[in-house]
């Protein structure tokens, strides 16, 4: 049995201008090759896509193949093999059986490609690629690209991840849960890290949708250490902080997210507001802190009392999951 990912195609491969059908307007994201590369060791690729623009007339069903295989032809190139592209050319109103979000193009796959539906993935950038996983018994992942933002209203089933690319749903399918400890167990490990001579760098955050800044908070707390170990806040203690539209993604996904990355080695959930408990258990040599918060933050007399030192870093060229989520 091979695991699969049905890819949406516009909005999630390439942009989409509305019915797009002109060979000129291909485009892809960025970082799609990329993204698919990273998993094509571990997953067949087929693409799943509405085009009620033949049913009602905008283009036809050649104009559809032209594009297609052009969109196809380029993934080639790149060392991307799409198995199969599903399409559905019927008008919404013709009640049709092949409509995202109804399964029987997955069902058919399964059965050509011999895939095991529970641990394959549907991707894509409208909430009915959401409904066709959660139909077929896949697990889902929503994208903000495309029509992904305008849409996040009206999700009625939540996907098992949000992300802002394709190339960000790649962590998500990529998480090593090993890396994710309970507090009494990260406790344990530093204690044992810190007998064998291993300086310990500790950083925090909500980690909802990553983005660059996220990206080089990381990647300067772990230059501060040789292991790094991220405390996750809860979804409780994110509400608590953020109020109750976040966080976007649950913690067992952004921790997963997290233990993708291979700069962090370890990944911690914790409950409180703050994570001054978590680092009374880890007593790290160094904690991380954005520059924001100052050598006097509220970590500070425990990180202190137990040897350590705050380290700030500069808050990188001012992202914000805040900013990135305007207009959802
Ligand atoms: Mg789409
Ligand atoms: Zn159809």
Do not use: W
């Not at 641990?119 to 139909?135: A, K």
């Not at 929503?142 to 009206?154: A, I, M, P, R, S």
């Amino acid at each position: 049995m091979s695991k699969a990912i049905f890819l949406d195609r516009d909005g999630t491969l390439n942009i989409d201008k509305g019915y797009t059908y002109k060979t000129q307007d291909l485009k892809f994201f960025p970082d799609v090759s990329k993204a698919l590369n990273l998993l094509k060791k571990d997953f067949k690729f087929v693409i799943i896509t509405n085009q009620s623009g033949i049913g009602r007339g905008y283009y036809t069903e050649e104009d559809f193949h032209k594009f297609n295989n052009r969109l196809v032809g380029e993934l080639e190139k790149k060392g991307i093999k799409i198995e199969k592209t599903y399409f559905c050319p019927h008008h919404p109103d013709d009640n049709c059986g092949c409509r995202k979000p109804n399964t029987k193009f997955v069902e058919q796959a399964k059965k050509e490609f011999g895939i095991e539906l529970k641990n394959s993935f549907v991707i894509g950038d409208h909430p009915n690629d959401v409904e066709l996983g959660r139909n077929a018994g896949c697990k889902t992942i929503y994208l903000l690209t495309g029509h992904g933002k305008k849409h996040f209203k009206e999700l009625k089933a939540k996907p098992d991840f949000t992300a802002s690319s394709l190339f960000e749903a790649t962590r998500f399918i990529n998480q090593k849960r090993e890396k994710i400890k309970t507090k009494e167990e990260i406790e344990k490990i530093a204690k044992e890290l810190k007998q064998k001579g291993k300086k310990i760098a500790t950083c925090n955050g909500c980690f909802d949708i990553l983005h660059p800044g996220h990206i080089y908070l990381l990647e300067e707390s772990k230059k501060q250490g040789d292991i790094l170990i991220v405390g996750l806040n809860s979804d409780k203690s994110v509400k608590g902080n953020k109020g109750p539209k976040r966080p976007i993604n649950n913690e067992n996904a952004r921790a997963a997210v997290l233990s993708s990355l291979d700069i962090v080695d370890y990944v911690v959930i914790f409950d409180e507001k703050t994570p001054i408990k978590l680092l009374g258990a880890i007593k790290p040599d160094v904690h991380c802190n954005g520059e924001e918060y100052g050598y006097d933050c509220i970590e500070a007399p425990t990180v202190r009392k137990y040897g350590g030192r705050i380290h700030l870093i500069k808050n990188y060229k001012g992202f914000s999951t805040t900013k990135l989520l305007e207009g959802i």
